[in-house]
């Protein structure tokens, strides 16, 4: 059991950056692969991007590479995913989730999920 807390959200304007970060409780994190979705009101959960056990394979939707790096801290028990250049489009609660397989891009492919930490991008 991997239990999963998002920090990081608020409300940032157009074109600047933040980094969210997503600690879980559990010893066994470095065993998981990690990824971040997404899900704007009314819209379904989408992929944004994922990081492997190891954290050197990557993978991102194709909006969000090159703006968009995960990364992850298998000391800390802590993945991060760094936001530049956001645009409003961006706006949507972010959730981190913990599952065995890498880069799957749909929600059924990760077994944890946290609470979500909501980003808004506006001016």
């Known amino acids: 059991q991997v239990q999963l807390v998002e920090s990081g959200g608020g409300l940032v304007q157009p074109e600047n950056s933040l980094r969210l970060s997503c600690a879980a409780s559990?010893?066994?994190?470095?065993?998981?692969?990690m990824a971040w979705f997404r899900q704007a009101p009314g819209k379904e959960r989408e992929f944004v991007a994922s990081?492997?056990?190891?954290?050197?394979?990557?993978t991102y939707a194709d909006s969000m590479k090159g703006r968009f790096t995960i990364s992850r801290d298998n000391v800390k028990n802590t993945v991060y995913l760094q936001m530049n250049s956001l645009k409003p489009e961006d706006t949507a609660a972010y959730f981190c989730?913990?599952?065995?397989?890498?880069?799957?891009?749909?929600?059924?492919?990760?077994?944890?999920w946290g609470q979500g930490t909501q980003v808004t991008v506006s001016s």
């Open positions: 990081v492997s056990v190891s954290g050197v394979r990557t």
């Open positions: 559990s010893g066994t994190f470095s065993g998981y692969h």
């Open positions: 989730a913990a599952g065995r397989g890498f880069g799957s891009r749909s929600p059924s492919g990760y077994d944890y």
